[in-house]
């Protein structure tokens, strides 16, 4: 069976012949596979759940949980049921609160690590520091970690927001969303030094980047040196999908795909190795699938 929505006897007219290559950490993250056990689970002991946004950002795992009943709702207001599950990327406490004062059960799926960072976030604004979250503060998991800090902070991935700051504060932390690139996590730190050096400041940097993605990372960019060509398989929401295939695009042509389907047969004229890598909410049976169509395409 093939997965490929091209014409493949077309292609195969033209006799390509590579190799194909998949990065050494693929597939589900341990926070995705735990969140999707959480939600299966719960489904099939109250036949349907109701998910507070996507729980992953992956369309095709969103789809395939609809099937077992899972349903989501934007907004709290939406919520019809006495029970609803929050994402993997955590909420804000103000957001708990307003679920909790509706009569509403939470069933969490946070990973240990976003919990991580919103805890870090919490205590350098309870101990006095202005916090700056290096991240998109329209992505829910920045919105989370945003809630424990208040106005005593600001997300932002562009050091001249800290620059134009009425007042520059004194006392400065400065934490990652989890999915953020390391590298680039790094250079953003060393400028927010460099901007907040005055007389008596303090500035506390804490690694909050997940281990799991900093792996990934650096076994998609260690492949990336190595072939002709990279296909980045996972969701266009997902902001760790969007990352790897934006390093991995600074080494060699690369392109993010969600499913097999999307893979244009022009991409591999000339290419004697393809390397497949993958965001942490994409599952094992998409990056197969990708694989099996690469297979086809080769010959
Ligand atoms: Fe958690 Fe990292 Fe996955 S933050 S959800 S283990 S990508």
Redesign the pocket.
């Known amino acids: 069976m093939s997965f490929c929505h091209r014409d493949i006897a077309r292609v195969a007219r033209k006799q390509m012949k590579f190799e194909i290559e998949r990065a050494k950490r693929t597939g589900?993250?341990?926070?995705?596979k735990?969140?999707i056990d959480i939600v299966t689970r719960a489904a099939n002991e109250n036949g349907h759940v109701e998910t507070l946004g996507a729980v992953?950002h992956n369309e095709q795992v969103m789809q395939k949980l609809e099937k077992t009943g899972v349903s989501t709702v934007k907004e709290i207001d939406d919520i019809k049921g006495k029970l609803v599950i929050t994402s993997?990327?955590g909420v804000s406490p103000e957001v708990e609160e307003k679920i909790r004062a509706s009569g509403i059960e939470i069933v969490s799926t946070i990973?240990?690590?976003?919990r991580r960072?919103q805890m870090a976030a919490k205590r350098l604004a309870d101990e006095g520091y202005f916090v700056i979250v290096y991240g998109d503060g329209n992505h829910p998991?920045v919105k989370g970690i945003m809630g424990w800090v208040k106005d005593k902070g600001l997300a932002t991935t562009n050091e001249k927001d800290i620059a134009d700051l009425a007042i520059r504060p004194k006392r400065i932390g400065v934490l990652s969303q989890?999915?953020q690139a390391a590298t680039e996590y790094a250079v953003f730190a060393q400028k927010v030094v460099a901007l907040s050096l005055q007389r008596d400041a303090e500035i506390r940097i804490l690694d909050t980047i997940?281990?799991?993605?900093r792996d990934?990372q650096a076994t998609t960019l260690e492949l990336a040196r190595r072939v002709d060509l990279m296909l980045v398989v996972g969701g266009r929401h997902s902001a760790?999908t969007n990352h790897l295939a934006n390093l991995s695009s600074k080494i060699v042509n690369t392109h993010l795909i969600e499913t097999a389907t999307e893979i244009n047969p022009d991409w591999l004229e000339g290419c004697r190795r393809v390397g497949v890598a993958s965001g942490?909410?994409t599952a094992e049976e998409t990056i197969a699938e990708v694989i099996t169509c690469l297979k086809d395409l080769s010959g």
């Open positions: 589900f993250c341990f926070g995705v735990r969140a992953v993997s990327h990973c240990s690590d976003v960072a998991e989890t999915t997940c281990h799991d993605l990934r760790n942490s909410s």
